[in-house]
């Protein structure tokens, strides 16, 4: 009587903790760099800088080879990702400033995959780079799904990793010291802290911490620690002119830098251990097994503040950098690491982008899309789990330097240039599958698929008052 008492008992506590463990939902974290090529990272082919802890979670994990940014700069790009919509659709689809501080806010009637969280019971938390709207608008972040932002809210602030102030939700937290003149404060350290606080401070509940860190985007600066002195005389160098901390120092600028190369190495690198710092916190708290860990870029590399992607081969090869909405301008590294979860060591071709991120997120925290969007969840591919739907095609938008449109169905790539002045445009058209880097234009030799695609270009777009694709002010 007793024996079988004892066995009712257990039986009763395994059931449970194997109800709890299935329901119980999985922890987020989503790190984004900021204009990092995907040729950046050792595991994408990079030879020049060391990035151990990101290179290890992709073995113990899986990387995409064909993943995609919401389009090749930030705002709108971050704009693609927190609402599910390319950016034929989304509301903010370019950057556009507001005075004193800010862009263009999203409006109160968007929803961002963070608000879904949240009403599903998660602790959210973004920390790095907003640019979305400022505090007291629409698009702030307290408003658009975070119960904790802290970072810069405005991305012509961030040009400066030297500010005079960052933001911890509705607070200015003055960096006393930084002036523009003097630099003190090295503001990614600064929000490397808060990160792993709030890690620890929601270790009891699930939560979604958001990372959409300034790190690598010019200016091209940083203290000379242990990362600098990796590479200070790694390689040949040409100084930089810039505009320098000091009297005449504007917001927007980029600092002059002496060992540009060195100091762009060093930034990546960096990154690359505050990314293992956030995977040590887990690792304490006992978390990792419960936690699904994700890294991408808003787009792709850069050439400001004296930034050298041909050096470093930063697009690995793909065409065009930022801005450009060839290859190397939108595709990005997609790195995903969940322990015991997600096989190890696998290479994914399946074909997804920012605006996907929405459903697969959702999905995870066990709800579902509050509104309809352009994604499509990729987790059946993660979890080899169920039949993974497939896109018609892609589709993006770019709005400055005479604007640009461009689209991706059945390996066939469209790119309509010079999209804002009719008599001056004209088509790019790539073989994507069989030519990846985009050497060979066919557009001439083949008309039919120009016309075939060109129609899909049309069905994607639709007018945008704040942003119309012609006439966009810039």
């Known amino acids: 009587m007793i024996n079988n008492l004892?066995?009712?008992?257990?039986?009763?506590?395994?059931?449970?903790?194997?109800?709890?463990?299935?329901?119980?939902?999985?922890?987020?974290?989503?790190?984004?760099?900021?204009?990092?090529?995907?040729?950046?990272?050792?595991?994408?082919?990079?030879?020049?800088?060391?990035?151990?802890?990101?290179?290890?979670?992709?073995?113990?994990?899986?990387?995409?080879?064909?993943?995609?940014?919401?389009?090749?700069?930030?705002?709108?790009?971050?704009?693609?990702?927190?609402?599910?919509?390319?950016?034929?659709?989304?509301?903010?689809?370019?950057?556009?400033?507001?005075?004193?501080?800010?862009?263009?806010?999203?409006?109160?009637?968007?929803?961002?995959?963070?608000?879904?969280?949240?009403?599903?019971?998660?602790?959210?938390?973004?920390?790095?780079?907003?640019?979305?709207?400022?505090?007291?608008?629409?698009?702030?972040?307290?408003?658009?799904?975070?119960?904790?932002?802290?970072?810069?809210?405005?991305?012509?602030?961030?040009?400066?990793?030297?500010p005079t102030h960052l933001w911890h939700n509705k607070k200015r937290i003055v960096?006393?010291?930084?002036?523009?003149?003097?630099?003190?404060?090295?503001?990614?350290?600064?929000?490397?802290?808060?990160?792993l606080q709030f890690i620890e401070d929601n270790k009891e509940k699930p939560f979604f911490l958001f990372v959409p860190t300034v790190l690598p985007h010019a200016e091209l600066v940083g203290p000379e620690d242990e990362y600098y002195k990796m590479y200070e005389n790694a390689f040949p160098e040409k100084a930089h002119q810039g505009e320098d901390y000091g009297p005449n120092a504007t917001v927007g600028g980029y600092a002059s830098v002496e060992k540009p190369r060195a100091t762009f190495a060093a930034m990546v690198t960096r990154m690359d251990a505050y990314v293992g710092q956030i995977i040590a916190k887990l690792d304490e708290l006992g978390l990792r097994e419960n936690t699904i860990i994700l890294f991408t870029s808003d787009n792709g590399a850069h050439r400001e503040g004296g930034a050298d992607p041909d050096f470093f081969n930063s697009t690995a090869g793909f065409k065009g950098v930022k801005r450009s909405l060839h290859e190397g301008g939108i595709r990005t590294p997609l790195i995903i690491n969940?322990?015991?979860?997600?096989?190890p060591n696998q290479h994914i071709s399946h074909i997804a982008a920012f605006w996907d991120v929405y459903n697969t997120l959702v999905e995870l925290g066990k709800t579902s899309p509050s509104v309809r969007n352009d994604g499509i969840s990729f987790l059946p591919t993660l979890l080899k789990q169920g039949t993974q739907k497939e896109h018609k095609y892609l589709y993006w938008e770019f709005h400055e330097d005479g604007g640009r449109q461009a689209v991706l169905a059945d390996g066939w790539k469209l790119i309509k240039q010079k999209v804002k002045t009719p008599k001056d445009s004209y088509y790019e058209l790539y073989h994507i599958d069989k030519d990846p880097y985009e050497k060979n234009n066919l557009a001439d030799s083949n008309p039919i698929k120009v016309k075939e695609l060109s129609k899909l270009i049309e069905q994607a777009h639709i007018e945008s008052t704040i942003y119309p694709l012609i006439g966009l002010v810039n």
């Open 338 to 343: 969940w322990k015991n979860k997600i096989a």
């Open 175 to 195: 960096l006393n010291g930084n002036d523009l003149t003097n630099k003190v404060h090295y503001a990614p350290t600064l929000i490397q802290e808060q990160i």
């Open 6 to 162: 004892i066995l009712s008992t257990v039986l009763i506590i395994f059931l449970s903790h194997s109800i709890y463990a299935q329901s119980q939902k999985p922890n987020i974290v989503f790190i984004m760099a900021d204009d990092l090529g995907i040729g950046d990272l050792g595991v994408y082919g990079q030879t020049k800088i060391k990035t151990p802890n990101l290179d290890k979670l992709a073995k113990d994990g899986a990387k995409f080879t064909q993943f995609y940014a919401g389009t090749s700069v930030c705002a709108p790009s971050r704009a693609s990702l927190m609402t599910g919509m390319h950016t034929g659709h989304t509301y903010v689809r370019g950057n556009k400033e507001i005075e004193p501080e800010g862009q263009e806010p999203l409006t109160d009637s968007i929803r961002t995959f963070a608000m879904d969280l949240q009403q599903a019971g998660y602790a959210t938390g973004a920390f790095g780079k907003w640019g979305l709207g400022m505090v007291g608008t629409s698009g702030d972040p307290n408003l658009k799904g975070f119960d904790t932002f802290y970072g810069y809210n405005c991305q012509r602030q961030s040009h400066r990793y030297y």
